[in-house]
């Protein structure tokens, strides 16, 4: 896939119909194509330029400023090893070194059957369970090597299917609900509805995959700032059989 | 030039109180900077005092603080900071110290404009702290490899790190590298290391090109310039990234490791690749030109080139130029003497005249040469050939009486009048810098833009309104949106509503105008060589009724306006004046008797000698085999011409029919003046040596020998001279005035009542002009940079050379003054055209499609494919049409179709464009594989095609 599917295209439209210039919505768009794609193509950059009303290599140039824009094709899972401060004090180091023996590549690299990307990261804010990692976005806190292992092994079996949703489902941004504040979309009632902090239990297997929710569904403004607590990773739900 | 001289405010040149100094116009903030806007637009226009480094200078109010140091003679080290660009902030290189109530603070200079009382210091312990500071962070990441790079010895970054930088470096740990260079164009390599992210290339790109093909990736100290995959910068003013690059990131393939700056020798000059004129300073070493570089000329080019002019110089490669005289010896031209082939091309032509008179002989061509020679050519032509079939233009123009009668406007006239209507030519690839103009002038909201265009040109995002007419309906749409009445229905296929909206433009720009200059100006050019010019010289005229107009011509051609003023066009001569009202003053100071009547055009030239009616053609530096529009009609004129002499540098097609070839020297090998399509007049430096070539008035001088007439020319400046005197239209501009400092921008003659314009000494910014400025620095070649080689009152070398044979002109002749015939007067306007009984446009047959062909910059002319660097360039044929069109014809885009018409066929991939109107197929004249001129009846009104799928058949 390369250009925007149609559903995407008039999504993209409504995202730049919330401006008053159309350049103004590049970087929500990209995320569509990003959450489409799982990664940004040249081809999809191009007809990102084409809406816009940019040359592809202004999209390009925009996107590449952002760590978390990929341009290359990434795993199923987005391995993310924190090296910052907190984590770094906590043996984040020892920790990524380990990932990249165990995931055989080094950082930014993919595993040959397509299932790990692993990256270094700044802070993730789970400085509180440091070392911290995420795993497209869903959080695992207080690793060392071993249940770092464990985890891949989870991830591998599928046995975290419910918990972690495929690459390409992590872009959670929809402006167009967030957005509505000021707008025209949205009432009081829906803004006091949207879920301040997102219940694991939502992220349901039917709401997975890069499929759109439909019309009018509450969705998260930002990653799942409050799965810390739950996903932790702890023996008890590691050890629970799915 | 009035309307220039309000925007901007005169200050009194500190170092020398005798000159007054010329504010340029701030930049102006456009819709496309969202988000980038600076702090405030300068706009008032009121003046503020200044302390700058404890000395009060006037400033305007609003100007930036780096311009009003500038004005004031102090250097602020920059690096981003471009005068004619918008300022971003982005280098900090330009901090300096401002003092205020709460203590002073570090600024950036461009980016902050100044106040009333204002105190700064640009060279406090405080600001050189900082400049140093920025200095050390920006040479961070840059290699030393300055004895490697090609900038050296031109750096900004090496000049302003000696004189403001730490002196040594605290930084231990790696530098960035990178794959290099890479060529992100054709033309253009990148070094990315070297780059320090002023973002001068990517503004270039988008602010003032339009074509933002290139842009920063990533982030941090990984930063780079990038082009996308796949696409390169292919625009047509790539150069310029090159030129403005303060470090040596951006380098020119053909100047890339040619030479060292200081090696250059280099002379100011004007490019004569089209008729913009653009001044730029052309740089040799080893006797070889080998790089161009734009000059800030405040009217006319702002320091911009195009890629053509920039890069098409003589000595870019030798291929196919003539360097010593040739003569036919059967099939084969052979290498000759001076001597053999001057005298065998004055016999071939003696024996024309003797045996059909001056009817029987012509010159076709001329805009390749400088005014002097075109002069001397004119005059050769009706005074030792006494013929008056003399035409610069190929039948690829319009009429002379309609370009010479028409009023003018300049380029600054047009950039400030309240609407400009486009007529005819794509802009951007004929005359490119004039639409880097015009962008700008429609971006800043200073002027509104309308098209009457039969198709798409690069203009065509910036107007308010196009009218995309039916071809060979130009009149009426002229009729239509000038008329009294305004029209109920649709003319020439464009629908009322566009029209009205024209109109109200029209009446606007009248309601707007300002006291000085013109309401509308109109850029007249011809909207496709497959029509003749009759529509578009009607057109012309009924425009030319509109209040307040003024025409730019769109000729392209070099220094087509220049041959027009000089006489190279039949029924004109010398001096923008007619034959007929001419005569007697001419046959007077010439001394002898002119042509009875006009004579012929080149068209008319051909169908002669296609008859056999020619005895003797002289090809003056032109090639009617590929730029007439009907190349069957060429070839048998060529053919039919008894005795072919060309005069030209390379040799082009029809050069190869030639009986003798005579090589001229090309342009940076003389010296000379050049007209531009505004009609101003600026000096041409020569910096290389000629060779055994000469300049083509010398030619017309020994040929005149020959042929017993003493012309009695030495120099150009002898010929200027005799040009000022006799010419109408030059009277005033003299030696003086085009070499003196004001010269540098040109003369638009003729020179009003005030006298020359006395516009604009600016101070150039050395980074943003880096040969020019050299030059200014180090008083390089001081006797080269003015025209001629005397200075204003020697007159050792500018003694008139008077003609010889003729009577000395007016201004010493004395006793001979009562007899001397009245001045005559400058070519009016052509008389409206009667409405002729519409002659049958060609045969139309069943499904046929209107022809239109007009040129693009990379062509299959001879300034691009003699390039090794440019020929590649020139992009393939294709027929362009709407996508119903192929659809109907059930051709997918890319398929090859077959183009006939009655005169030939043609081969060519189709393209779809739904901005082509149906009933339309629009070929690009002559790129290299397609030869349109091979489909063209030039006696036709218009010319029909058809298409069909598959190849040749």
């Given at each position: 896939m390369a250009r925007l599917n149609p559903d995407n295209l008039a999504h993209a439209e409504e995202l730049i119909a919330l401006y008053p210039h159309r350049r103004s919505a590049l970087i929500p768009i990209l995320h569509v194509l990003q959450e489409q794609d799982g990664y940004l193509s040249e081809d999809g950059m191009a007809h990102v330029a084409e809406l816009v009303g940019l040359e592809p290599v202004e999209v390009r140039g925009t996107a590449s400023f952002y760590d978390m824009f990929h341009f290359e094709p990434v795993g199923r899972y987005l391995v993310a090893v924190c090296t910052n401060i907190a984590c770094m004090l906590q043996g984040a180091y020892r920790l990524l070194e380990h990932a990249e023996e165990t995931l055989g590549v080094a950082p930014g690299g993919t595993t040959a059957d397509g299932m790990f990307t692993l990256e270094d990261a700044e802070c993730l804010a789970l400085c509180g369970n440091a070392p911290c990692v995420t795993v497209n976005w869903r959080f695992f806190g207080d690793l060392d090597p071993p249940e770092f292992d464990k985890l891949v092994e989870d991830l591998r079996s599928g046995r975290l299917d419910g918990e972690v949703p495929a690459h390409g489902t992590l872009s959670r941004v929809r402006r167009r609900h967030a957005l509505t504040a000021g707008g025209s979309a949205g009432s009081a009632s829906d803004q006091a509805a949207l879920p301040n902090a997102i219940q694991p239990e939502s992220d349901t297997p039917e709401s997975q995959g890069p499929d759109l929710p439909a019309p009018g569904t509450h969705l998260d403004?930002?990653?799942?700032?409050?799965?810390t607590a739950t996903a932790v990773v702890d023996a008890k739900h590691l050890e629970s059989p799915k | 030039m009035s309307e220039t001289n309000s925007a901007v405010s005169q200050v009194a040149d500190p170092a020398d109180p005798g000159v007054v100094v010329h504010l340029r116009k701030p930049p102006v903030v456009t819709a496309s900077a969202v988000g980038t806007a600076p702090p405030r637009t300068p706009s008032a226009s009121d003046t503020v005092t200044v302390t700058i480094d404890g000395r009060q200078v006037q400033a305007k109010a609003g100007e930036w603080i780096i311009d009003a140091a500038d004005q004031a003679g102090v250097y602020i080290p920059r690096f981003c900071y471009h005068p004619r660009m918008k300022p971003v902030g982005m280098c900090r290189m330009c901090l300096v110290e401002v003092e205020g109530p709460r203590g002073s603070t570090l600024m950036p200079a461009c980016f902050n404009p100044v106040s009333d009382g204002m105190t700064l210091h640009t060279r406090s312990p405080k600001a050189l702290k900082a400049q140093e500071g920025v200095l050390e962070f920006l040479l961070v990441n840059h290699p030393l490899d300055c004895p490697v790079c090609d900038k050296g010895g031109e750096c900004p970054l090496q000049d302003q790190t000696l004189t403001y930088g730490p002196g040594e470096t605290r930084f231990v740990e790696e530098k960035r590298h990178w794959d290099k260079p890479i060529a992100i164009s054709e033309l253009v390599y990148l070094d990315r290391e070297r780059c320090i992210q002023c973002g001068r290339c990517v503004r270039f790109a988008d602010e003032v090109a339009g074509d933002a093909l290139i842009d920063f990736a990533e982030r941090?100290?990984?930063t780079e310039v990038a082009v996308f995959p796949d696409s390169p910068y292919s625009s047509y003013f790539s150069g310029n990234v090159v030129q403005i690059c303060p470090v040596g990131a951006l380098t020119s393939k053909p100047y890339r490791f040619k030479a060292r700056p200081w090696d250059l020798e280099q002379v100011e000059t004007t490019c004569t690749s089209c008729a913009v004129g653009c001044r730029t300073v052309v740089q040799a070493t080893q006797g070889q030109v080998t790089r161009l570089i734009g000059v800030d000329s405040d009217p006319v080019n702002w320091g911009w080139l195009c890629d053509k002019g920039r890069f098409s110089y003589p000595d870019a490669s030798d291929a196919g130029r003539v360097s010593v005289p040739m003569i036919r010896e059967g099939d084969e031209l052979v290498e000759s003497t001076w001597a053999e082939a001057i005298a065998k091309a004055a016999s071939g032509i003696s024996a024309a005249l003797r045996f059909g008179g001056g009817s029987s002989v012509g010159v076709i061509g001329g805009a390749r040469l400088t005014n002097e020679d075109a002069y001397v050519w004119s005059k050769f032509a009706r005074v030792a050939l006494g013929t008056d079939n003399v035409d610069a233009q190929l039948g690829d123009g319009l009429p002379a009486q309609t370009v010479l009668g028409l009023p003018r406007a300049t380029i600054d006239q047009a950039a400030a009048a309240p609407l400009v209507i486009t007529v005819g030519s794509d802009v951007k690839d004929e005359l490119p810098v004039l639409y880097i103009r015009l962008r700008h002038a429609v971006l800043e909201g200073a002027t509104q833009l309308v098209e009457l265009n039969t198709t798409p040109t690069g203009l065509s995002p910036y107007a308010a309104d196009t009218a995309r007419y039916k071809p060979g309906e130009l009149a009426a749409l002229a009729v239509a949106i000038t008329s009294k009445s305004e029209p109920t229905g649709p003319v020439a296929g464009v629908d009322a509503s566009t029209i009205a909206s024209i109109r109200g433009h029209i009446s606007r720009a009248g309601r707007e105008a300002g006291p000085s200059g013109p309401a509308v100006v109109v850029l007249i050019a011809r909207p496709s060589l497959a029509e003749n010019d009759e529509q578009v010289a009607t057109a012309a005229r009924i425009l030319a009724e509109i209040p307040g107009v003024a025409f730019l011509s769109g000729?392209?051609?070099?220094n087509i306006h220049g041959a027009l003023d000089m006489g190279m066009a039949p029924g004109i001569l010398p001096g923008r004046v007619a034959l007929d009202t001419a005569r007697s003053y001419y046959e007077h100071h010439w001394a002898a008797e002119l042509p009875a009547e006009a004579g012929l055009d080149t068209s008319g030239m051909l169908v002669d000698a296609a008859r056999g009616h020619i005895g003797a053609l002289v090809l003056l530096g032109s090639d009617p085999l590929v730029d007439f529009p009907d190349a069957d009609g060429a070839l048998r004129g060529l053919v039919g011409a008894r005795f072919v002499v060309a005069v030209d540098t390379h040799l082009n097609e029809s050069v190869r029919r030639a009986d003798v070839v005579l090589p001229a020297a090309p342009w940076s090998q003389r010296r000379g003046t050049f007209t531009n399509l505004e009609g101003r007049v600026s000096w041409l430096g020569q910096v290389t040596s000629p060779g055994s070539a000469w300049p083509e008035w010398m030619i017309a001088v020994e040929l005149a020998a020959r042929l017993g007439v003493d012309l009695g020319y030495e120099s150009p400046e002898g010929i200027w001279a005799e040009i000022e005197k006799l010419s109408p239209l030059h009277r005033g501009v003299t030696h003086e005035v085009l070499s003196g400092p004001y010269g540098r921008d040109g003369v638009v003659v003729p020179v009003g009542a005030s006298g020359h314009s006395t516009a604009a000494v600016r101070p150039l910014d050395p980074m943003a002009d880096p040969g020019i400025s050299s030059a200014e620095r180090h008083k390089v070649a001081a006797s080269s940079l003015s025209y001629g080689r005397a200075g204003a009152g020697s007159s050792s070398a500018m003694k008139p050379a008077q003609p010889r044979t003729a009577q000395a002109p007016a201004s010493d002749s004395g006793p001979d003054a009562q007899v001397e015939p009245a001045t005559p007067p400058l070519v009016g306007l052509p008389p409206v055209p009667v409405p002729s009984p519409s002659k049958p446009a060609g045969s139309a047959v069943g499904g046929a499609l209107t022809l239109v062909t007009r040129r693009k910059m990379w062509d299959g002319g001879t300034a691009v494919q003699s390039s090794t660097y440019l020929s590649g360039l020139a992009p393939p044929p294709v027929l362009v049409a709407n996508p119903a069109e192929l659809a109907a014809l059930g051709v997918a885009e890319g398929e090859k179709v077959t183009v006939s018409s009655a005169k030939g066929s043609l081969t060519v991939a189709a393209s779809a464009d739904a901005g082509v109107a149906r009933g339309i197929a629009v070929i690009a004249w002559n790129l290299p594989g397609g030869r349109v001129g091979e489909l063209i009846d030039a006696g036709d009104r218009l010319n029909f095609v058809s298409v069909e799928p598959g190849g040749d058949k």
């Open positions: 403004l930002s990653t799942r700032r409050s799965t | 941090g100290d990984r000729l392209r051609r070099g």
